[in-house]
């Protein structure tokens, strides 16, 4: 692997990780400014999806990732005497992942090697990570269904990532959910959570939280979203970069609702 191709493998979950952040600013209402949080959540992003790899210099780069996040989180700590408010909250996320990892290689001893928990923990921590982290403890129960909505959606994502996985964890003993419901059932279940995080978005609506300029790209994206992985697993000549391709949505989706918001309706 070329080194240049191996800066955008590691680097392109850390942009998604940044993606789904940035839109949780712009459905909020908030500036798309970035800030020492998007610096830990890029550098932890590829931290935790490459840690354990086999090959030495991806552990190298992701542990200079890890320590790049680190400096972020760290560094307004020393403006602030005490612990700022995202800073609070990573301790969950952080401890999700420790588990679902199990800190060994290739990262099955964990929740990762329970079937049934693996998409749903997933879910739990990137939406944790996107949508809680950037707004106020005092907010959350206010964006609570942007919240739900955001964990259906990566949860669609993990169980499609399962079926690109299929080989791989079948070599190194994993059994997914998507492995024992087989590929139908599970595009049932990924098209299942698609529709959850749309209904979501329209009872975001109903609530105010955002309006129909943000709502309508995010529906379709949610629905380009069901296409796109139903016609990527036909691609088996795309097999190499059907994980990437699968998190392309999550840079896709906030590309179409920053377009919404850029409309002067």
Not at 124 to 129: F, N
Not at 177 to 184: D, R
Not at 241 to 250: N, P
Request: with cysteine; charged share 10%; aromatic share 14%.
């Amino acid at each position: 692997m070329t080194a240049l191709r191996l800066f955008f493998r590691m680097s392109w979950i850390g942009i998604c990780a940044l993606s789904m952040l940035a839109q949780t600013r712009l459905l909020l209402g908030f500036s798309l400014v970035p800030g020492w949080l998007d610096g830990f959540v890029l550098g932890g992003a590829v931290f935790a999806y490459n840690f354990t790899h086999r090959d030495r210099l991806h552990q190298t780069a992701a542990w200079l990732a890890g320590i790049g996040g680190g400096v972020c989180f760290f560094i307004p700590l020393l403006k602030v005497p005490s612990i700022t408010t995202w800073q609070t909250g990573v301790l969950f996320p952080a401890i999700l992942w420790l588990l679902y990892y199990g800190l060994q290689r290739p990262g099955n001893a964990g929740l990762r090697g329970v079937p049934a928990a693996k998409p749903f923990v997933v879910a739990l921590a990137w939406a944790w990570v996107t949508v809680l982290l950037p707004v106020l403890p005092d907010e959350w129960s206010r964006v609570a269904v942007v919240f739900f909505g955001r964990a259906a959606f990566i949860f669609a994502l993990a169980l499609a990532y399962d079926l690109a996985d299929l080989a791989y964890d079948r070599r190194h003993g994993l059994t997914t959910l998507a492995a024992q419901l087989g590929v139908k059932t599970t595009f049932v279940l990924i098209n299942g959570a698609l529709t959850v995080a749309a209904l979501c978005c329209l009872a975001n609506v109903a609530l105010d939280i955002y309006d129909w300029r943000l709502a309508v790209p995010l529906l379709l994206s949610l629905a380009l979203s069901a296409w796109w992985l139903w016609f990527l697993f036909q691609k088996t000549a795309w097999s190499g970069w059907h994980k990437v391709l699968i998190d392309a949505l999550m840079v896709g989706q906030f590309l179409m609702v920053w377009a919404g918001a850029m409309l002067k309706i």
